[in-house]
């Protein structure tokens, strides 16, 4: 085993690296990079890599950076960058477009709070903002999980079942930059992980086609159909490629989602990212205080795991989701989709709390003081906002 | 070591004051020591007590970056920006309060990579307004990324192997832009230089733009170290209708008579790098101001009547 510390953003880098060089025999790698706090050491590990078969850009803008992985993902080069916040934001565009051409570009993001005011502490909100953007989104917990997370993320972008770019998520600062001692994969592992990107739609000088027309409403309803297809492909070709996981590498990846202690929990509370590390150590306290509560950890919010969420709260009275991010006038993200999954399934009080919104530490205290009040709510009101001085 | 004796050679403010420079200062800066953002604020702070500035008649934009920083130091109105689109923000605010001065910091970040395309639309606009371009050759907020006008070969954190291509000249691109109006360079090291380079483009009547050559002594502390020990390898362009300091004269040998309504000589003054050349390169206080272009005449009340009137007179049947 090859112990080592390694940031978050060590983690991301080391992984798409590998990833790229993966690719030498085939059509090489390309990386369009430029830097942003909290993901910068994630770009300059790229950057200093000795590809044999890649190049890295460090271009003028994050906009430029998709656009650069977007024309070398066309000509089938295995490509990716990463960003965070207001980068994403720019970026936008072109991230849109990266799904919408089917290509199987990989980014890192780094969850930072959006700006105004400037702030780089950790939040969802720019990463969330693209959940409408047909993009493979994976948000997880600790360091081990960006290293491994990043690898299955390529297997699984360039599924050809799925074809559609995916996000690796992280924690600003408490995953990007904190170190923890883990297993960063070697390059023959990634070689056997990684077979070579195939793009079957990568322009070829012997069938020109031009990419981009302008279509009608029917091409383009077909063209959704399809994305949502291929989307809906991902839950099972996830699990396939975690098995294969298991066995080039010896350990175990997390899945889109991850239950603890749920089997016989009266309620349950949900998070993402290393909120749900926090939470899994306040399960356990009060289990201990005979409290049957469990815990759901999401990782894969897009496509969102709606039958599994749904199967696995069959049985629970109450649900408290923890949010570290929140959309203006409604409340959290996760909330909102936890709703969605369990309408109609059996009537759970599914109460949200804003927890860490703009980079807050969400100690365990605050988690404690969540599942107090899940406990003597008889009925769900509007989302709990955390953290602020009374 | 020149720096020191040429900062003491203070200009005489020249008429009554009541706001004294060090009223300009809202709060500490917070830059790393030895950074040239600190002469820059200190420039900016002389200017303003000499035009007697109002803080409340006068706006700092900027973007994102180390010398984006700016506005929170000065004792005026602020406005933090998004990173590259400082130049469209204070477009926006001399529009709709043309009475306002306006100033724009930025970086070489700011403006010439991500917001390289407002700021050749901005130049071509010409409202009138300070922007200053403070250009340390790196992005220093990030630590110690290649930008734009990182030299060629420079090495940093992503171009461990060194830049790869020759640096972009923001002197060049913006001379090179339909309506540039106000185009000089100055540097941190030279401050009584800076001063009266801030002066004129102050006093010009467009979008004055001004290349501030900055040290960055954590990630660039040696791109000017020639420049700054041996003044013989800059030369100044002197003019009367540009800057010129009597007092470098002695310091700084290499003199040049450029006048700046030659725009082919200024282009070909910015092409050559022969030596550093510090001054202002082109200015034309002619060219069409995009506030005065897009100001909507004053109309009396009797003629909006005798205009209504005329409409009517249309549909009379």
Redesign the interface.
């Known amino acids: 085993m090859n112990m080592q510390l390694a940031t978050g953003n060590q983690a991301a880098g080391h992984s798409m690296s590998i990833a790229g060089e993966a690719n030498r025999h085939a059509r090489g790698s390309i990386s369009g990079?430029?830097?942003?706090?909290p993901q910068?050491e994630i770009?300059?590990y790229v950057?200093?890599f000795p590809f044999s078969k890649g190049r890295?850009i460090?271009v003028?803008?994050?906009h430029s950076a998709m656009g650069v992985c977007i024309g070398a993902s066309l000509n089938g080069a295995r490509a990716f960058t990463a960003s965070s916040s207001?980068?994403l934001a720019?970026m936008a565009e072109n991230v849109m477009v990266a799904a919408f051409y089917r290509l199987p570009i990989v980014m890192a993001a780094v969850n930072r709070t959006l700006?105004?005011p400037?702030n780089i502490w950790a939040d969802q909100g720019d990463s969330l903002m693209f959940r409408d953007f047909a993009w493979v989104q994976l948000y997880c917990d600790s360091n081990q999980d960006v290293a491994d997370t990043t690898l299955l993320a390529f297997r699984l972008a360039e599924d050809p079942r799925v074809l559609l770019p995916v996000m690796v998520c992280m924690d600003a600062f408490i995953v990007s930059h904190t170190s923890m001692e883990i297993e960063l994969a070697s390059q023959e592992q990634a070689d056997r992980y990684l077979p070579p990107c195939e793009i079957p739609h990568h322009l070829d000088p012997a069938h020109p086609v031009t990419v981009g027309g302008m279509a009608f409403p029917q091409e383009t309803l077909t063209h959704r159909m399809d994305l949502d297809q291929a989307i809906r492909q991902v839950p099972a070709v996830l699990e396939e490629h975690r098995a294969h996981f298991n066995e080039v590498f010896g350990r175990e990846v997390s899945g889109a989602v991850s239950a603890y202690r749920t089997e016989d929990a009266d309620q349950i509370f949900i998070a993402s990212g290393t909120i749900s590390l926090t939470l899994k150590d306040v399960v356990d306290e009060r289990r201990q205080k005979g409290e049957k509560i469990g815990m759901i950890r999401i990782k894969m919010f897009r496509p969102f795991p709606t039958a599994e969420i749904a199967r696995l709260c069959r049985n629970v009275e109450k649900i408290g989701v923890l949010d570290r991010n929140y959309s203006a006038g409604t409340g959290g993200i996760f909330w909102q989709e936890i709703r969605a999954a369990l309408q109609g399934r059996g009537g759970h009080l599914v109460q949200g709390y804003l927890t860490g919104v703009g980079g807050g530490d969400v100690v365990p205290d605050a988690v404690r003081e969540v599942v107090a009040d899940l406990k003597q709510r008889t009925e769900a009101g509007d989302p709990v906002w955390k953290g602020i001085d009374q | 070591m020149s720096s020191i004796a040429i900062s003491l050679l203070d200009l005489e403010a020249d008429s009554p004051v009541c706001l004294e420079a060090d009223d300009y200062q809202k709060r500490p800066g917070k830059w790393c020591a030895g950074c040239g953002d600190f002469g820059a604020l200190n420039a900016v702070k002389r200017l303003m007590a000499k035009e007697q500035l109002q803080p409340e008649k006068t706006v700092f934009v900027s973007g994102?970056g180390c010398s984006s920083r700016f506005p929170h130091y000065v004792n005026a109105y602020g406005f933090?920006g998004?990173?590259?689109r400082a130049l469209p923000v204070a477009t926006g605010v001399k529009l709709a309060r043309p009475e306002l001065d306006v100033f724009v910091t930025m970086g070489d970040g700011d403006c010439t990579?991500?917001g390289?395309g407002h700021w050749i639309h901005a130049i071509r606009y010409n409202a009138n307004m300070v922007v200053l371009l403070l250009d340390n050759n790196i992005?220093g907020?990030?630590?110690n990324?290649?930008s734009?006008t990182t030299p060629q070969g420079y090495a940093s954190?992503?171009?461990?192997r060194g830049a790869v291509l020759p640096a972009l000249d923001p002197l060049q691109a913006t001379l090179g832009v339909s309506n540039a109006s106000f185009v000089a360079q100055t540097a941190d090291w030279v401050p009584v230089h800076m001063y009266a380079t801030m002066q004129a483009a102050y006093e010009h009547p467009g979008f004055s733009f001004v290349r501030i050559l900055q040290r960055c002594p954590k990630f660039t502390p040696d791109v000017f170290q020639k420049n700054v020990e041996n003044p013989d390898l800059t030369e100044l362009l002197v003019h009367e209708n540009g800057v010129d300091v009597p007092a470098l004269e002695q310091l700084f040998k290499a003199r040049r008579v450029h006048d700046p309504l030659n725009i082919d000589d200024a282009r070909s003054l910015a092409r050559r790098s022969d030596m550093l050349r510090l001054g202002v390169f082109f200015r034309d206080d002619s060219l069409p101001v995009y506030e005065k272009v897009r100001a909507v005449p004053k109309v009396s009340a009797e003629e909006k009547v005798a205009r209504l009137n005329k409409e009517f007179e249309r549909y009379a049947v």
């Open positions: 990079i430029y830097p942003i706090t910068t770009v300059e950057a200093k890295v460090p003028e803008s994050e207001n980068g720019y700006g105004p400037w | 994102i933090h998004i990173h590259g990579s991500i390289a992005y907020l990030t630590k990324q290649t734009p954190m992503t171009s461990p």
